[in-house]
């Protein structure tokens, strides 16, 4: 079944959806923040991955923003800063990250051990950035890496092939710790990783994602947990009153919204700069499909839930029951398609370009 709907304020006024949704706070606002944004510039000089960022590059590149609570606005500030910086050139980007921490431990030794059983840094990238296909490297104070790639979130209706096998091919990190590893008795500062992608490990296809102008989907996350000295004066991670284990914090760069990463379509944008680290500066700016890329996922989770709680999916658009805000992220005069089976769906959206621009039931937002 196929229904469309022209964006416009003549339809909007009258769809008595529309007009009492337009009234209610929505529950999907948390989802639908703007996705932080930062502009990577190129490096021309060799980048030692020993955990030490005295090149001039990395002088030059700016920070990140302090990470945030995962699940956003009115949630915990971090008890500790967390930043990041990036540079990119043909072959590589370039990772790094600041970490305060008063007390540096870690035990995880093997490569593709549960790195964040420890605390850890993980970074996830999204090349394409249709949602699908996407990597996640983790590692913590020890060095330890695992990485791995996935076809699609875990949340995905049919479960996703997810390639534990993965090893990231000519990946480097450097770790450097201002204080004692494993040693609670003392007072640390700080670690800092320093990372090496390479090029070949970001791509699922043939098509080069490091070029100057393009956009990569991509966060950090830190987990950190609440520990304490045992009786040998071995860490110890805290537990309640009742004995169980305490959940791990979880600090990202963009939040989602939800306690879940794996959710590619929240994280930050980074734009890669032809401009040379320390040259001069350049203002972000998001991509001119990223409120219509909202608009579609605000779609997505709609589905979602009504498919949760019925085992069929939304056919019209007044059906989404969208507030004022939401109903905003439509570009003007572009035409929504909805087409529904009675276990899938796409939902394609006419661009004032004549791209069309789709989601389906998978999670998976791309252009046709």
Not at 92 to 102: F, K, Q, R
Not at 165 to 181: D, F, M, S
Not at 281 to 295: G, L, Q
């Amino acid at each position: 079944m196929k229904h469309l709907f022209v964006s416009g304020l003549t339809l909007m006024v009258c769809l008595p959806g529309f007009i009492k949704a337009q009234e209610e706070k929505s529950e999907y606002a948390p989802l639908l923040t703007p996705p932080r944004g930062y502009v990577c510039y190129r490096t021309t000089q060799p980048v030692k991955i020993d955990g030490v960022l005295d090149e001039k590059s990395w002088q030059y590149a700016q920070w990140t923003e302090n990470f945030c609570d995962i699940s956003g606005a009115g949630f915990p500030t971090p008890y500790y800063n967390t930043r990041a910086k990036l540079l990119w050139d043909s072959d590589n980007l370039y990772i790094a990250a600041e970490m305060e921490e008063e007390n540096i431990w870690a035990f995880q030794k093997q490569h593709d051990d549960i790195v964040w059983h420890d605390p850890d840094f993980e970074v996830f990238i999204d090349p394409k950035g249709d949602g699908h296909n996407y990597f996640e490297i983790e590692v913590n104070a020890l060095g330890t890496v695992f990485d791995l790639s996935l076809e699609a979130p875990y949340r995905s209706k049919i479960r996703p092939f997810v390639q534990f096998q993965y090893n990231a091919p000519g990946l480097e990190v450097g770790i450097q710790r201002a204080g004692t590893l494993n040693h609670p008795q003392d007072k640390d500062k700080e670690w800092i990783v320093e990372m090496k992608i390479p090029r070949q490990a970001l791509a699922s296809e043939f098509d080069d994602y490091l070029k100057k102008g393009a956009y990569l989907r991509l966060d950090f996350s830190r987990v950190e947990w609440q520990v304490s000295m045992g009786k040998n004066d071995e860490i110890v991670k805290k537990t309640d009153s009742t004995g169980k284990q305490l959940p791990e914090e979880n600090w990202v760069w963009s939040p989602t919204g939800r306690i879940d990463m794996h959710m590619p379509e929240r994280w930050g944008y980074v734009y890669l700069s032809d401009q040379i680290s320390g040259s001069g500066t350049e203002t972000f700016a998001y991509p001119k499909d990223e409120s219509a890329r909202r608009f579609l996922w605000r779609l997505f989770y709609g589905q979602e839930t009504h498919y949760r709680k019925t085992h069929t999916y939304l056919k019209h658009l007044e059906d989404f029951h969208l507030t004022k805000a939401e109903m905003g992220l439509l570009p003007e005069k572009s035409r929504v398609d909805i087409e529904t089976t009675s276990h899938a769906y796409e939902i394609n959206l006419s661009m004032p370009d004549g791209r069309l621009l789709a989601i389906d039931d998978t999670g998976r937002c791309f252009y046709r």
